[in-house]
């Protein structure tokens, strides 16, 4: 079946702009995960859905970063007034995770390059 | 608190070499999963393995193998006879009842060259 998707693959803005990056978990997953890579960086939590609602937000770096699932399934992290720090690569994964299974593997998507120029 | 420590940044070794990425964690929860992925040079995540807190048996797929011990606190993960597709970032990560198994804490990752 499909994995997870992410999309734009890359994405170039100027500083100030806004930009929404995007995912679409696989189907089924109701869990779904945000998270963000620098450069030459490991994994940087942002935030999870359980369904629709957002248990943990606390990974966000600032107000500018948010985050929202509709449906249980597609997710969009919008960043508002990117700054040249925020470019790195985003990392969207999903799960089967609920309240009868535990640990449950998380697969990602591609990512979108984040550019902020 | 839930760590995963990585000391090993970057590792080089020439093909057929054997090789052992560390991975060494801290968790108060008595029930937590263990996992490793590996990013290529595409970037994309790919799963390798999970393994739960109460089972502490080796395993072995083809050239990979992992060495679980709580004793230690180490989930290390063995490639024999190493091939240039091996090259790639390897992250350990852990998840524990704390925050319901869905956060995951990722290590630094240690990136493996194979070289031919």
């Known amino acids: 079946g499909a994995g997870v998707s992410q999309s734009p693959s890359n994405k170039v803005t100027e500083k100030g702009k806004d930009v929404e990056l995007r995912c679409d978990p696989i189907?089924?997953?109701?869990?779904l995960y945000w998270y963000r890579q620098s450069l030459g960086q490991g994994l940087e939590f942002l935030i999870y859905?359980?369904?629709?609602?957002?248990?943990?937000k606390s990974g966000l770096p600032s107000d500018r970063f948010s985050a929202e699932r509709t449906g249980g399934s597609v997710s969009t992290l919008t960043i508002q007034r990117t700054q040249q720090e925020d470019s790195a690569v985003y990392l969207c994964?999903?799960?089967?995770?609920?309240?009868?299974?535990?640990?449950?593997?998380?697969?990602f998507g591609p990512g979108t390059r984040l550019l902020v120029l | 608190a839930q760590k995963v420590t990585q000391a090993q940044t970057e590792i080089s070794v020439v093909e057929k070499e054997d090789v052992t990425l560390d991975c060494v964690y801290e968790?108060?929860?008595?029930?937590?999963?263990l996992f490793w992925y590996k990013q290529p040079p595409s970037g994309e995540l790919v799963f390798l393995i999970r393994r739960n807190s109460f089972d502490e048996q080796n395993e072995i797929s083809g050239r990979y193998s992992w060495n679980f011990q709580k004793s230690t606190s180490s989930f290390n993960f063995t490639i024999t006879a190493s091939q240039v597709v091996d090259s790639a970032v390897y992250f350990c990560a852990l998840s524990g009842r704390l925050y319901n198994f869905n956060k995951f804490y990722f290590g630094s990752g240690t990136k493996l060259n194979v070289k031919p």
């Open positions: 189907s089924g997953h109701t869990a």
């Open positions: 859905f359980q369904g629709n609602s957002a248990p943990d």
């Open positions: 994964a999903s799960s089967l995770a609920d309240s009868g299974r535990l640990g449950e593997t998380q697969y």
């Open positions: 968790t108060r929860d008595t029930t937590y999963y």
